[in-house]
């Protein structure tokens, strides 16, 4: 049976905080083990900066029902990786096959990593997120794979899992494969809340009220036949081809067709966004040109036809 032996030095050399936890190299499933990927999932744990890894003991030790290790490694709230298994862990069960991983025995094809976040009120943070891109790419050019060899159980699954939740699995694949190539892709987010680069009219109120929200609060207003934007300012590194990506909070009541207004090279451009669903997550606008330069970028208009608030929450730019 084969061990990853290598996978802390290969993730300090990434950058990636790791916590070695105890007998790491002989602590395993009997088994097979040849992976070719790796596997994110979540933890369905409540985690919090004071309590950052509840369910670093049950990934070591398993439960009544499934014998530990239960991953290689488990992602806690500050991004820091407790590495528990050099070998076979129980976390992946069947595979159904997803992209390049076949179908057959998830635990033999993939490394696994269990990012402590509870998944149903709770993203994963900013900080998991980062660290688990870093130790993703690491790892699978260690094992000579490309991006596409990075999973979510929800792909892999045929028991129903929904982890990892609050991802965009080909965002993920693509910032992966960014931090192949050549390190990290340039990439900025702005939310209602950052200094200098938000402004908006005073018919935008401000909510907390729904627990999809990007940062402590976002910003609302009623559809009118009149622009009155909320803009969002760049400073675009160059002129070059950028993925805009938005965040929102998706309620039933909001609007249906949120026009959000891309300021490209070659003038504005709409694409009408449905905000009753899909909330709470990273959703694609597309890939634009834009100029170089510190400027508003990207802005939430209230001149949509459909009922129910607009929401103006965070904005992403990622250079492609
Ligand atoms: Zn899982």
């Known amino acids: 049976m084969a061990t990853v032996g290598w996978l802390v030095d290969v993730l300090r050399g990434a950058g ?5 936890e105890g007998d790491w190299l002989n602590r395993m499933r009997p088994g097979s083990f040849d992976p ?5 999932h979540h933890t369905a744990a ?20 499934l014998p530990g290790p239960l991953c290689q490694a488990l992602v806690d709230y500050h991004g820091v990786f407790h590495v528990i298994s050099a070998g076979r862990c129980n976390h992946a069960g069947v595979s159904g096959g997803s992209g390049p991983i076949p179908a057959g025995d998830g635990n033999t094809l993939m490394i696994g990593w269990e990012i ?21 790419a690491a790892v699978l050019t260690r094992l000579g794979r490309d991006a596409s060899h990075a999973r979510g159980h929800r792909e892999t699954s045929t028991t129903g899992k929904i982890d990892p939740s609050f991802i965009d699995l080909n965002t993920m694949r693509s910032d992966v494969a960014a931090r192949m190539t050549g390190g990290t892709a340039w990439s900025a987010t702005v939310d209602n809340s950052t200094a200098g680069r938000f402004t908006a009219g005073t018919s935008w109120g401000v909510s907390s009220y729904s627990g999809q929200r990007y940062g402590a ?25 950028y993925r805009v990506e938005v965040w929102y909070p998706a309620n039933a009541g909001y609007n249906s067709a949120t026009p959000y207004i891309v300021a490209t090279s ?10 009753r669903t899909g909330g709470g997550q990273w959703r694609g606008l597309g890939t634009f040109a834009l100029p170089a330069g510190d400027a508003n970028r990207v802005a939430v208009s209230r001149w949509s036809s459909a009922s129910g608030y607009v929401i103006a929450d965070a904005v992403r730019l990622t250079r492609v």
């Open 16 to 20: 990636v905080q790791v916590v070695v």
């Open 36 to 40: 070719i990927g790796v596997l994110w």
């Open 46 to 65: 409540t985690s919090s900066a004071s309590n950052p890894h509840p369910a670093l003991n049950i990934c070591i030790n398993g439960r009544s029902d």
């Open 116 to 136: 402590d976040y509870n998944g149903v009120d709770q993203q994963m943070t900013a900080a998991q997120y980062n660290a688990s891109i870093a130790a993703t």
């Open 217 to 241: 609060d976002y910003r609302y207003a009623d559809p009118v036949a009149a622009s009155d934007a909320a803009w969002y300012r760049f400073n675009v590194p160059a002129s070059a081809n």
């Open 266 to 275: 070659s003038g504005n451009r709409t694409v009408y966004v449905d905000q």
